[in-house]
């Protein structure tokens, strides 16, 4: 499986970006798809996660009433919608999958695959 993040960008706080993560391989559906993002200097934390089906969602408390996750399975893909951004918003973001079917998981060492990251920097 290999994953494609983009969509990062400068952004003034109180603003709004959409990230996506493109999947290559037939079985993305099965995956439960996360986010996570790591700022300079500091541990790489969960944002947002999402079962196979859409039917479970799972958010970070900082993140919580102002990002979502989405997919579309047909596409393969997985979305990061981010409202009201903050300053402490700026990180670079990662998209993961866990191959676990039917799990959802805040732990990022039980994500198998990972994209490469986007940059989101939000200003003040």
């Known amino acids: 499986v290999q994953l494609q993040a983009c969509g990062g960008g400068l952004v003034q706080a109180g603003g709004s970006l959409r990230l996506s993560c493109a999947a290559s391989?037939?079985?993305?559906?099965?995956?439960?798809m996360g986010w996570f993002r790591q700022a300079p200097g500091k541990e790489r934390e969960f944002v947002a996660a999402?079962?196979?089906?859409?039917?479970?969602?799972y958010y970070a408390d900082s993140v919580k009433g102002r990002f979502t996750i989405s997919r579309d399975n047909a596409k393969n893909t997985v979305y990061l919608q981010m409202n009201s951004l903050k300053p402490e918003d700026t990180a670079v973001y990662y998209c993961?999958?866990?191959?676990?079917?039917?799990?959802?998981?805040?732990?990022?060492?039980?994500?198998?695959?990972w994209g490469q990251g986007t940059q989101v920097t939000v200003s003040s």
């Open positions: 999402i079962t196979w089906s859409g039917g479970s969602t």
């Open positions: 391989g037939r079985t993305f559906s099965r995956y439960t």
């Open positions: 993961a999958a866990d191959v676990r079917w039917g799990v959802i998981t805040t732990t990022a060492n039980e994500y198998a695959y």
